[in-house]
């Protein structure tokens, strides 16, 4: 089956219009907005591009690998153990990712976004130790 890339297309366009806005009007935006609109715009950029990127790179594999590549995303014990690590992720870092990311948006401080980046991050590794425990568990 044929997946489109419309929608990831469409994301990555519409996510440039948010920069973009925010680099031409940002002055006159009300408070809040530059935030939101460069915040909304990088998830969109960030998702729509990650969609349109691995079909790409699998365009460039041999078909053995493809097929490797397909087989391990689709195996039992490998979705297990991502969503295990995900849900654990999750619960550990939910009030601690999305409270300065909010307020990094909102307040646009310094202090903020630095905090973001830095939960982010901690985020990040929280699920590569989940995996690296999930997959020692299964």
């Not at 680099?23 to 960030?46: E, F, K, S, Y």
């Not at 460039?60 to 391990?72: F, T």
């Not at 990311?101 to 401080?109: T, W």
Request: glycine share 10%.
């Amino acid at each position: 089956m044929k997946k489109s890339l419309t929608v990831p297309a469409a994301a990555v366009v519409l996510g440039l219009v948010l920069f973009a806005a925010v680099l031409t009007v940002g002055d006159r935006m009300p408070q809040g907005g530059v935030g939101l609109c460069a915040g909304l715009g990088g998830a969109l950029i960030g998702l729509g591009g990650g969609r349109l990127f691995v079909p790409l790179v699998s365009r460039g594999m041999s078909p053995e690998d493809r097929r490797e590549m397909e087989r391990s995303e689709r195996d039992e014990r490998n979705v297990a153990i991502r969503t295990h690590a995900g849900l654990d992720s999750w619960y550990c870092t939910l009030v601690a990712l999305w409270v300065p990311f909010v307020a990094a948006m909102i307040r646009g401080e310094t202090f903020w976004i630095a905090l973001c980046c830095a939960v982010l991050v901690l985020h990040c590794a929280f699920y590569l130790f989940h995996l690296y425990r999930w997959t020692k568990k299964l």
